[in-house]
């Protein structure tokens, strides 16, 4: 299985950055996409964007432009880099990944347990 650690949040002001890391580890063949999700107090879980193993990535249109994606393969670690950063960011960040196990080599998706960012104006 792997177990996916979300790190990096905290308070920031509106206008400031955050970079997130969200690290994996544990028993896996292989990971394959990555993505970041996110949910504001009070609503629903949100994709914010993803990346694939070669590094090609999608977002939300509410933060394109704003926050990069990226991935270091050889450390099982995906970042996001969250910059201009406004009141409506502020929730709980999750990261997400698609892994094939060991045994069997079944494809299976792993959740982290999130981490809280707060921005303040």
């Known amino acids: 299985q792997v177990q996916l650690v979300e790190s990096g949040g905290g308070l920031v002001q509106a206008g400031g950055s955050l970079r997130l890391s969200c690290a994996a580890s544990?028993?896996?063949?292989?990971?394959?996409?990555m993505a970041w999700h996110r949910q504001a107090p009070g609503k629903q879980r949100e994709w914010v964007g993803n990346?694939?193993?070669?590094?090609?990535?999608n977002y939300a249109d509410s933060v394109k432009g704003r926050f990069t994606i990226s991935r270091d393969n050889a450390k099982n670690t995906m970042y996001l880099q969250m910059n201009s950063l406004e009141r409506e960011d502020t929730g709980v960040y999750y990261c997400?990944?698609?892994?094939?196990?060991?045994?069997?080599?079944?494809?299976?998706?792993?959740w982290g347990q999130g981490t809280l960012v707060t921005v303040s104006s």
């Open positions: 997400a990944a698609d892994y094939r196990t060991l045994n069997l080599g079944r494809l299976l998706d792993a």
């Open positions: 544990g028993r896996f063949s292989s990971i394959y996409a």
């Open positions: 990346i694939n193993t070669a590094g090609n990535t």
